[in-house]
DNA sequence: TCCTGCAATTGAGGCTGATCAATTATCCAA
DNA sequence: TTGGATAATTGATCAGCCTCAATTGCAGGA
């Protein structure tokens, strides 16, 4: 699945071994062709009118907004097998090659007639839809309420869970996104990630040898942190027992 | 559109004379028929199963979801003439009606019907998800990016934009909800919520005889701190003109 | 080779908003 | 009327994160 490329961002890819997870989607597309998108490359901005929708083959995908005053928000990553344009009406927010990719693309009548005619296709669209949905409710909860840590560890233990459910290790993980990208999906500066990482490293919760690649030492902490069940240090935070 | 309850709580409702708002849903169901709901009462809980869709005719509704350890997130309100319960597989959130309400219920199999037959109401239904989804993507913004008085002045002049759009005066808003559900909201504490209302009033932003009616004074310095342009005594901010 | 630009890290200091605590007002039941 | 519960407000204090600044490392071009 890993591919370290030359400018040191490891590029995630669908394997030859996992054809079961794009051919509901190659099915109606034409004979899977794909375009190739270069690191930090729009994909659509927001507004633009909504013509196809795309299966994201390798790489990394990030959307986010802009406010008239330069602040951005991340709302969130597409990776390898998941689709990315669903929805109705014009785009909604802006889509950025977060590394080089790889998308096939579906006409929007191809999508439409394929959801008509394709359960397997339209069960497929309607689970990410869902997935999106409640992730988004997931990530507003990250933002109001947890602390620097607990959104890191959030993070971290989101990207563990993917390689989990994929069949790879969830010991470690490739960070494909720059800390700018990172900053701006958790809420937070690019200095508090980079310190949190640290403190992370201090306390022997991951190991970090450079920038993108992350060993999660000790997952059940992390994922305890996650939750908003303890400290960076193990205990049970005081203001946490007090809520409950 | 506006009766004073003995709660004192303002209970929001539409008029007669608007039933181009609510006649393409009536058409689908039992002769309007309504359920009344009490003040703080659960509509439907979080994984409850979706059996219907309803359709606001009076009072607020409020979205959110509970972490392990109590804390609680807002994740948006609902006001007559909305839907509510749009969406596949069981429910996401919790819903809870913020002061008596009047709930007219419509079933899942006349709800896929009348998305098959009527236009209008299937027009009807994928705006106002557009319209969620894109308001989601704005809250995220406003969780990340904003100061409290930037939250706040975003909350009010939503209600405010509301108004407007319905046919009544942009310049005064009835806060159904308790400070505690706004602060679940907006990210913050009910104190700051309090304060930042203050600092609005001794800035000649607002006026306010009670806590459920806020006059807006000055809505284009309230617009423009929503929109983040500057702080809350008219200057641009420094921060944001840097990342400009 | 140097130079430039970008990304990441680390440090110092300050500010915003949370926490804790006390007060007031209103409503409702006894 | 009194007492209790709920909601809102205000004050004092503190910590977490941001801001500003400096440094390092790496990649690519002149």
Redesign the pocket.
């Known amino acids: 699945m890993h591919i370290l490329e030359?400018?040191?961002r490891p590029v995630i890819a669908l394997t030859k071994h996992q054809p079961s997870r794009t051919d509901f989607f190659s099915r109606h597309t034409s004979n899977g062709a794909c375009r190739k998108l270069a690191a930090r490359q729009l994909i659509w901005a927001e507004g633009d009118v909504r013509n196809e929708v795309c299966l994201i083959r390798s790489g990394t995908v990030c959307f986010y907004k802009v406010l008239m005053d330069g602040r951005r928000v991340v709302t969130g990553f597409a990776y390898p097998g998941d689709m990315i344009g669903l929805g109705t009406g014009p785009h909604q927010r802006n889509a950025e090659a977060v590394q080089c990719c790889k998308l096939e693309p579906m006409t929007m009548a191809s999508f439409h007639s394929a959801i008509a005619s394709d359960t397997a296709f339209s069960d497929s669209v309607q689970a990410q839809s869902c997935r999106e949905l409640a992730g988004s409710y997931e990530h507003l909860m990250v933002l109001t309420k947890m602390?620097?840590?607990e959104r890191l560890a959030h993070f971290l233990t989101g990207l563990s869970m993917r390689n989990r459910r994929l069949g790879y290790s969830p010991n470690s993980v490739l960070i494909p996104m720059?800390?700018?990208d990172i900053a701006d999906y958790l809420?937070?500066?690019?200095?508090?990630?980079?310190?949190t990482?640290?403190t992370f490293k201090t306390d022997g919760l991951i190991g970090?040898e450079d920038?993108c690649v992350v060993f999660l030492i000790n997952l059940e902490r992390l994922a305890a942190l996650a939750r908003g069940a303890c400290d960076e240090k193990g205990r049970v935070s005081?203001?946490r027992k007090?809520a409950a």
Chains 1, 2 share one sequence.
């Open positions: 030359a400018n040191t602390t620097a840590s720059r800390r700018v809420g937070l500066t690019i200095e508090t990630i980079s310190r990482f640290t970090m920038p005081v203001c007090i």
